[in-house]
């Protein structure tokens, strides 16, 4: 005659120390990872949404990218134009000085000659003037040809220049002695510190969408990481306690597996 004894908790343990088993690794795994959502299993809504908002965090970034060189395009320009507003306020001096009625032929025709190299320098100036090969001041920007800067929020920014050669400016091959040229001086000067002026706006607000874009990336981050990433001081403590259930359950089963044998050596 055979005798069988079976504990009607064993089989529960059994399960349960399976159970906390399968939890045990896969805490270890978003422990290994730092991520809470390992795989869409975790939390399939939750991961979903962290998709989401990394997708904002990696457009905020590439915007920024986009706003920084837009930027940069910006204030080489402002320089190139910062060097011939200089040329155009010495050409300015030299049309004075070249009024002045106590100047002989030779020192108009000095001062000409300076005149003339500076006009050559400004249109030097606009055809070589460039941002990543792209040419600034010769005009190519204006119009269709302006450069949009996409920042990925809807924010998109036109740069748009004009030509600023001696030739567009209106002060090439003038005589530096005549007062119509003082007139034509003053109004290139004029259009060039407006040009600077809108310029230095155009930056500025470049500037706060730049921060608008960080701000922006800040707190998708931030959401995505309380989404998607695991707490580690909760993790650890839920792992600690997962071990102790773990040890208890085998030593339950321990005992439930001497007491079967006793009972079995007193019945047979």
Not at 146 to 161: K, M, Q, Y
Not at 178 to 203: F, I, M, V, W, Y
Request: net charge negative; hydrophobic share 40%.
């Amino acid at each position: 005659m055979s005798l069988s004894i079976n504990s009607p908790n064993s089989g529960t343990q059994q399960r349960f120390l399976q159970l906390l088993a399968m939890l045990q690794e896969r805490r270890n795994q978003q422990m290994s990872s730092g991520k809470r959502i390992a795989q869409a299993a975790d939390d399939s809504a939750g991961l979903a949404i962290a998709k989401r908002l990394e997708a904002v965090v990696r457009g905020s970034e590439q915007g920024q990218r986009n706003v920084a060189d837009g930027q940069s395009l910006v204030r080489t320009a402002d320089g190139a134009l910062q060097s011939s507003h200089d040329a155009i306020g010495r050409m300015r001096e030299l049309s004075i000085q070249a009024q002045n009625g106590t100047l002989g032929a030779t020192d108009r025709e000095l001062i000409q000659a300076e005149y003339d190299q500076l006009s050559a320098q400004l249109n030097q100036t606009a055809t070589s003037s460039n941002f990543a090969g792209k040419p600034l001041l010769d005009g190519s920007l204006s119009g269709a040809g302006a450069a949009v800067i996409h920042d990925g929020a809807g924010g998109d920014t036109r740069i748009e220049l004009g030509d600023a050669s001696a030739t567009a400016l209106g002060v090439e091959g003038l005589d530096v002695a005549n007062p119509d040229t003082l007139t034509a001086l003053d109004n290139a000067q004029s259009l060039l510190s407006s040009e600077r002026a809108r310029l230095g706006a155009l930056d500025n607000s470049m500037t706060s969408q730049q921060a608008q874009l960080a701000t922006s990336r800040v707190n998708a981050e931030e959401a995505r990481s309380r989404i998607e990433d695991l707490d580690i001081a909760k993790a650890v403590a839920e792992s600690t306690r997962n071990r102790i259930l773990q040890g208890l359950t085998i030593q339950g089963l321990r005992l439930s597996d001497m007491s079967r044998s006793k009972i079995f050596n007193l019945l047979s």
